[in-house]
C-alpha cells in the first residue's frame, strides 16, 4: 500500500467518524469532486475547449459541492437563481 492510498483511507475513517451521515456525503463529494477533475484534465488533454470545460465543471462541482453539503434545499436551491 502506498502513502498516499493510507491516508485516503485514515482521512475517509476519520471524516466519517466525526461528521457521521454528514461525514460520508462529505467524503462521497470528495470522491466525486476529483473524478470530474481528473474527466476535465483528460479532455483538456484531448484538445477540448479548455475554457468551456472549466465553465462546465466548475458549475458542476459547485453544485455537487451545495447539494452534498446541506439537505436543506431552502439552502442549497438559491445560490442557482431558482427562489
Do not use: C, R, Y
Amino acid at each position: 500500500m502506498s502513502t498516499i492510498i493510507g491516508l485516503i483511507i485514515i482521512l475517509g475513517i476519520l471524516m466519517v467518524v466525526v461528521g457521521g451521515q454528514q461525514g460520508w456525503l462529505a467524503l462521497v463529494s470528495v470522491g466525486i469532486n476529483f473524478a470530474l477533475v481528473f474527466l476535465a484534465l483528460v479532455l483538456m488533454v484531448w484538445h477540448f475547449p479548455p475554457l468551456v470545460i472549466t465553465v462546465l465543471f466548475g458549475i458542476m462541482v459547485l453544485a455537487i459541492t451545495i447539494f452534498m453539503g446541506d439537505e436543506n434545499l431552502n439552502v442549497t436551491i438559491p445560490p442557482f437563481g431558482q427562489v
